[in-house]
């Protein structure tokens, strides 16, 4: 089953937006099919267009041309509500940087993150999957009470909280050492294996993407795929 | 998604309302609108409900006519055959002695019977329990009430007297009830028997007599006596309905303040209500983008939000509504005074609706218009800081402009009184605007002078100059508040009172014969009054202008009806008082003695429409003199001094029936004097304008105190616009202070760098602040009060430096947790 496709993807963002004056082409006709239980790392370096490639498969955004699905469901059809609607229990996100709700505790996070799901039993769960990335006693705490590598622990509890067929992760570990960062990885990989969630990485760590079952390089707008074992 | 996870997620939401600076002003600012709207509705709700619940009881009757002159005798025959009980009293000051102690009191006459409705409650001794009675005062006797009995030190049994009458207190008067229908009932209260009065001598030409009839019968009896009497215009009914004038006018008059004050409140509330919402708005995006990312709709980001919002607005409303009614207990215990045997009855909860319709109008109108245009935010803003929605800001506008006239119509009974204090607060703020704009405008060249801290601050308020505007112009709003409040009302009473001398006459001498005339300068040469003036009156009723019979029916205006139905004070004079100023014409020196001239104040010019060379006929007694208008004056009639409408030049009115009058101050140590005047000239009526113009001002004391209690509110709210408008700040220098402070600036360095910003944005605010309230001032002193008003540099000096000085605590206290926060938790965005 396809779990995310893409047809021809192309985004320019106006000059007014930009900043010039000439309309700036970020994606160039990107074809992309992601089969469900995947896990696939989008590659580029700064600037390459893979936030802007992520968002859009995620429904963030809608392309400027090309017609892109989502868990089936053909994008390009419905409107923000409607995506959003789409993405609730579907898609989860691990940010780069955290984006969790500052004035809401980890537990409540996460319990947001479930409920808006329709998980029944939000709370209980939540609790559980903090549990598992080792936050059982951080429960209470604002974000600020916690470290960076904590805080993305409770942004994974929180992708993973809904049950999401499809994870985006946006450079999981770009606000992160090294040490904290790999133990990061290692969490989001297992959970992904546990719940075998489709996931799609965007990073320009190569040896981050190597993890991945599928790589893909996005260079000029346009994304090349390069063949690899998983380790 | 469903309301029960939008009202969960806004429970959660305003359990964290510590992490939110800006909603905890929100919160405040509605607190304080609501506590003072409520503290003035249920006050007023009770004494509306007080005065409307009064019954005959308040008058002591069904039906009263009351006047100054005589009731016509016919009117007790027509009541009396249409089976009606009447009664008549008579109202009058006068100065009782009592041993060395004098007093001004409020001397009633009455009649047995009295009174027709309610009844009596006196005590054996000052009191003592006190026991109902349906008798009055024997001949001979009085009753006196508390205060008087403590002015003048009473016993049961004291003599006192009054005029030349010589009564023996036989009672404690506790209690009537028609007490209070005219200003004279504020004085303490003698009761007499109406027979004693006929043989006092103080029913004479001159005296300030009020005549009542009272009347009790049903009410179509009474309906029928109105119908068929046909009253002098001198002479008014008064019905139940229309009882205590007195208080519903200061109260009424008071009402018109207090909802100014609470207009003020709620305009200002709404500024920092409309500051924090749009700072919240801003602050949300992030996190509703994030909502959206995982999955909420628009709606249910609106519909959470919205609760949230409501909820806090609940809470505030509720706390608000409970200082309120603490605050209405305050005003009606200040207010006490005005409103004796007036039960006010326990607040009405449902007064509180028009109070929690407020915070409504100020949550749906100012509050809710940021978080609608935030709930639009693209989930694209995760990735993209700059992500937004085309939100426009001219709906939060319109929003906000409709809700200031919801405000308006909702918090004034009036709403010409509420379109000029909108209109004045919208110059006043067009006003800030412009100066401050200026101001900031000339810095640009101080801004690279002086140490790296001034220049940071300076270059602070350059680099986002439309938002330092914003802020001077807000913070300016506040301390304009805050000097109207103290200082110009302040400077207002002063400049007020600095027009009456320190010898302002405090005794008024009047129904003087002129025979009386010679003893009397002799009597008070005796005791060092040398330079007494003393004044001929005459009383004159207009019965021709230019040659043409007038009566009231020739004027149409009935201001002007009523004014020509009475007879004229008139005088005779070759003096004109500083208190009098020429308008038109010369004043007359002695080539005018016999010369039948017209000296007539404005009033008779507008009044009547005449000028200079007009002819007026007046009547006095069997015989008429015509006078040619020779000048126009203004008088200031508050100067305590003897004025009169109308003045000839003396030799003309000679042979007129007269009677003198004169004042003089009489220090607090002569007292004794009047004693003496009153035994040796029994006749004359000595008005003492102290006791009087004491128990005005305690009467004004206590409105100015409930005034200034509501006025405490908008201090209040002055200084939540000015906490509104730092804490709009406090996340971007946050982030700019952590950055600074990474690239290698000190904390001290920061520290004052944003003092120094906030010393010149206080010192522009109040310098803004000062110059509005100047203009104010100006305004109202010159066009409302009459009075001369100049600037006032003290003023200035206290708004600049309260100005920095506020801003400068209210700016460290908001961001000394910032500078001692480590910068790497600011620039993570924690």
Known sequence: MTAVEAKALIKDVNPAQSGGTNLLHILRGVNLKVNAGETVAILGGSGSGKTTLLSLLAGLDLPSQGENWLDGQRLNDLDEDGRAALRAGRVGFVFQSFQLLPGFSALENVMLAAELA??????????????????????????????GGEQQRVAIARAFAGKPRILFADEPTGNLDTVTGERIIELLFELNRAQGTTLILVTHDAALAERCRRVLHLRDGQLHEQEQQVA | MNKRLALRYAGRRLRRITSAGELRVLALAIFIAVTAAAAVGLFSDRMRGALEAQSGEALGADLLVTGREALPADLADAAEQLGIQTLEHLNFPSLVLAGDNTALAAIKAVSPGYPLRGELRIAPEAFSPAATTRDIPKPGEAWADARLWSELGLQTGSQVQVGNLKLTVSAFLEYEPDRGVGFVDLAPRLLVNRQDIADSGLLGPGSRVQYTRMFSAAANSLAQLRKTTDLPPALRWITPSEARPEVRQALDRAGKFLDIAVLAVALLAAVAVALTAQQH?????????????????RAFVLQAHILSLLLLGAISTLLGLLAGYAGQAVLANLLAGLIQNLDLPAPALGAMIAPAGLAMIMLLGFAAPPLVTASGTPPMRVFQRSAENSGSTSVIWATASLAVLAILGWQTRELELGAYVLAGSAAALILLALITWLLVRSLTGLRHRGGLSWRFGLGNIARRRRRSIGQAVALGLGLLALLLVSVVREDLLNAWQDRLPADTPNVFLINIQSEQLDPLK?????????????????????????????????????????????DFNMSWSDYIGWDNKITEGEWWGDEADGQAWLSAEEYARERLGIGIGDRMTLQFGPEKIEFTVHNFREVQWDSFQPNFFLLAPPGVIENVPAQWLTSFYLPRDQRSLLRDLMTEFPNITALDLEAAMNQVRSIVDRLVQAVEFMLLFTLLAGLVVLLAAIEGTRGERARETALLRTLGASSRTLQWGLLSEFAVLGLIAGLVAAATAQGIAWLLAVQVFDIPYGLSPGLWLISTLAGAGLVMLFGWLSLRGVLRTPPTRVLQGA
């Not at chain 1, 903090?130 to 951080?138: I, K, S, T």
């Not at chain 2, 007494?532 to 019979?549: D, I």
């Not at chain 2, 009566?551 to 002007?560: G, I, M, R, V």
Request: net charge negative.
């Open chain 1, 118 to 147: 329709g998980e029944r039993n939000a709370e209980s769960s939540a609790r559980q999957i903090l549990a598992q990335v080792g936050l059982q006693d951080r429960l209470e705490h604002l974000p600020h009470q916690l470290s």
């Open chain 2, 281 to 297: 708005g801003e602050r949300l995006r992030d996190e509703i983008a994030v909502m959206k990312c995982l999955g909420a709709s």
């Open chain 2, 522 to 566: 002799s009597f008070f040469a005796a005791r060092g009054y040398d330079q007494l003036r003393l004044w001929p009156m005459a009383r004159g009723r207009l019965v021709e202008l230019n040659g043409e019979a007038v009566t009231a029916d020739s004027f149409e205006d009935p201001d002007t009806q009523r004014w020509i139905n009475r």
